[in-house]
C-alpha cells in the first residue's frame, strides 16, 4: 500500500474518531440540558403551587385589607399565574422530541381537533377559519404536530384586530419533497424588525396585559419543525395580516 493511501485511511479514520467523541459530547449536554429543565420546573412547581394556595386564602379575607392591601394581593396574584405560566411553558418546551411514537396522521383530523381545544375562544370571537388542504398523511408524531398548530392557530385568533370578526386561513401545497403549509389571518400584523428574534424562546412583541403569553409559543413551533428538519418563516404587514408558513417532509 502506497504511502499516501495510508496517510488518507489514518486521516479517515482520525476523523471519524473526532466525530464521534464530538457526538458523544453532543449527546451528553442535551441529555443534562433536558435533565436540568425537567428537574427545574418540577422543582419550581411545588413552591408556585403553595403561594397560589394561599393566595386562595387571603382572597376570602380581602374585605379586611386596606387599599394597600388589595393592591398587593393583586399583583402577587397576577405574578405567581404568570410565573406558573412560564413554568409550565418551559416543561412542555423541553419535553418536545422526548420519547416520541412516530405514526400516521391526518393534517386535517389534527386541525379539527384544535378547533375542539380551542372552540371556546373561536366561538366568542366568532371567528371563520378555512381550510384548503392537500389530502394527505404524515409519519410523524402526532403530539408535536397537534402543538404545532394549536400554537399557530390560537396566536391568529388572539392577534386579530379589535372589533373585527377573526378570519384564519389554513393551505398546504406540495413543493419538492415537502408539504407547504401556510395559517393566514387579518390581524394586527408583525413589524418586520422582529421577523429575526419572533422565534426565539421567551421573546415577545405585544406586553400589552389584554395580549396573554409569555412567548413560548413560536419558540415551540420552530422545535417541533427543526425535529422533522423542516423550516418555518413568517410574512406580515402592521394592521393586514400575518401568514406563517412551514415545512414538513411528505411521508
Known sequence: MKTDQIKEIEDLLLANKKLKEENFALNRQNKDLKQFSY???????????????????????????????????????????????????????????????????????????????LSDKIEESNATININLKEHQLYCYKNDIHLLFLHLIENALK???????????????????????????????????????????????????KYEGVGIGLADCKKIIELYKGKIWLESTINKGSTFFFTLPKA
Open 39 to 117: 428537574l427545574a420546573t418540577h422543582d419550581l412547581q411545588q413552591p408556585i403551587n403553595n403561594i397560589i394556595s394561599y393566595l386562595s386564602i387571603l382572597e376570602d379575607s380581602r374585605k379586611n385589607l386596606d387599599d394597600l392591601g388589595n393592591l398587593c394581593l393583586t399583583v402577587i396574584k397576577k405574578s405567581s399565574f404568570k410565573m406558573k405560566s412560564f413554568i409550565t411553558s418551559l416543561l412542555e418546551y423541553s419535553l418536545i422530541g422526548n420519547n416520541p411514537k412516530d405514526e400516521y396522521i391526518v393534517i386535517a383530523d389534527v386541525i379539527e381537533s384544535v378547533k375542539e381545544v
Open 159 to 209: 392577534f386579530s384586530k379589535e372589533n373585527e370578526t377573526p378570519e384564519i386561513t389554513i393551505k398546504s401545497e406540495i413543493k419538492d419533497e415537502n408539504y407547504v403549509y401556510s395559517i393566514s389571518d387579518k390581524g394586527i400584523g408583525i413589524e418586520e424588525v422582529h421577523f429575526k428574534n419572533i422565534f426565539d424562546i421567551f421573546y415577545t412583541i405585544n406586553r400589552d396585559e
